[in-house]
């Protein structure tokens, strides 16, 4: 206890009653900021809500070899839920399989969900649900800078045919497959 005595009367001796006071008050509002914006100043890749464990496992299975079945096809396609625990691979298979049946909104959306599922797989973005599409871009774009253009052209397009309700063709699915590609190639090169 000694050792706190001697600091404060060090401090006293050189700050006047007014300016600690001050120094507490500026100290107490940055401690409030961080706690009010709690978990935003954090790293992504500490996860903390998720765990350690669940942002691990899904890493693993971002890299593990999937093989895709017409079941889970039939399932992801039924699905109510925004995005489904599936790899990636499984909505651009379903991305490829509507494009040939010549459903290229439905295609772009499939491929923009496999581009959400791998952003949050690899800890890019959080998996929130009710996010839009623009802020999705925005989120991947300040996490990983690299990877803005590419997120914002698939949102953008997909907001274009799907808010903006133009009739989809093959390119708009092509541009959003190379989106995809392109993402993945940047987040597999650099993990």
Request: aromatic residues 8%; glycine residues 6%; contains cysteine.
């Amino acid at each position: 206890m000694r050792w706190w005595n001697e600091a404060v009367a060090a401090w006293s001796d050189r700050m006047s009653l007014g300016l600690t006071l001050l120094c507490l008050l500026v100290l107490a509002g940055l401690c409030g900021l961080l706690w009010y914006t709690y978990p935003a100043w954090l790293p992504n890749r500490w996860n903390l809500r998720a765990g350690w464990r669940r942002a691990d496992k899904a890493a693993k299975r971002a890299e593990q070899p999937v093989v895709v079945t017409e079941e889970q096809l039939d399932a992801v396609e039924a699905a109510v839920e925004e995005l489904p625990e599936v790899a990636p691979v499984v909505f651009a298979t379903l991305a490829d399989r509507l494009a040939a049946q010549g459903r290229y909104a439905e295609a772009v959306r499939e491929r923009l969900r496999a581009m959400v599922r791998e952003l949050v797989d690899r800890n890019v973005v959080g998996n929130q649900p009710g996010l839009t599409v623009a802020e999705l871009a925005r989120a991947a774009g300040a996490a990983r800078p690299e990877l803005a253009p590419a997120v914002t052209t698939a949102t953008e397009t997909f907001s274009t045919i799907w808010y903006g309700r133009r009739p989809a063709t093959a390119d708009h699915d092509a541009a959003v497959k190379d989106c995809l590609d392109r993402v993945h190639e940047q987040l597999r090169g650099r993990a």
